[in-house]
T-cell receptor
Framework: DTGVSQNPRHKITKRGQNVTFRCDPI?????LYWYRQTLGQGPEFLTY????????KSRLLSDRFSAERPKGSFSTLEIQRTEQGDSAMYLC??????????????FGAGTRLSVL | LAKITQPISMDSYEGQEVNITCSHNNIATNDYITWYQQFPSQGPRFIIQGYKTKVTNEVAFLFIPADRKSSTLSLPRVSLSDTAVYYC???????????????FGTGTRLLVSP
């Protein structure tokens, strides 16, 4: 396993279109996170899954955003009716929930979204 | 949410020790402090995590005073490849949730010159 994989790496879309990103976490990790990062800023938490259950969502995750993690494996993040303000890097991370493991999140390289 | 402050940028030379301090005045009792490194067009990469006092690993030291309102990441003998953005993160630790509280700092851009 080579780490967290995100696809596509880059996405250019027109305002109003829908986009979907995919994240494949490290295989034994049961926690999965989505973040958004804009230029010059740190990542901002969007949502968190424990296995297939979406347990937390940020106020940043408007009703145009939806995330799924069917079967507790890969996850998708969909943005409907994209707006120019959605342009950002979308990062996925995963971690292993264990009694002795630190809650270390391993990040993918991200999907850079540009909304024209 | 914790408010996190870091220096915007720092400059250093190869072989020097670099100390980056992060201020997190309203850190919660259960929060841990984690530092990540990020290169352009890559996701953040874990460096070190701690709760209090001093933590060490093969790449860095983390110093956390008793009041936990700040933390200092120490990189001994930096090299050119350490040029990156360093983020301080305050949030849930092992076996914890509450990720809506998780806050990254704005990052410190470290430039290491020959």
């Amino acid at each position: 396993d080579t780490g967290v994989s995100q696809n596509p790496r880059h996405k250019i879309t027109k305002r109003g279109q829908n986009v979907t990103f995919r994240c494949d976490p490290i295989s034994e990790h049961n926690r999965l996170y989505w973040y958004r990062q804009t230029l010059g800023q740190g990542p901002e938490f969007l949502t968190y899954f424990q296995n297939e259950a979406q347990l937390e969502k940020s106020r940043l995750l408007s009703d145009r955003f939806s995330a799924e993690r069917p079967k507790g494996s890969f996850s998708t993040l969909e943005i409907q009716r994209t707006e120019q303000g959605d342009s950002a890097m979308y990062l996925c991370a995963s971690s292993f929930d264990a009694r002795v493991a630190k809650n270390i999140q391993y990040f993918g390289a991200g999907t850079r979204l540009s909304v024209l | 949410l914790a408010k996190i402050t870091q220096p915007i940028s720092m400059d250093s030379y190869e072989g020097q020790e670099v100390n980056i301090t992060c201020s997190h005045n309203n850190i919660a009792t259960n929060d841990y402090i984690t530092w990540y490194q990020q290169f352009p067009s890559q996701g953040p990469r874990f460096i070190i995590q701690g709760y209090k006092t001093k933590v060490t690993n093969e790449v860095a030291f983390l110093f956390i005073p008793a009041d936990r309102k700040s933390s200092t990441l120490s990189l001994p003998r930096v090299s050119l490849s350490d040029t990156a953005v360093y983020y301080c993160l305050v949030g849930p630790g092992p076996m914890s949730t509450g990720f809506q509280k998780l806050v990254f700092g704005t990052g410190t851009r470290l430039l290491v010159s020959p």
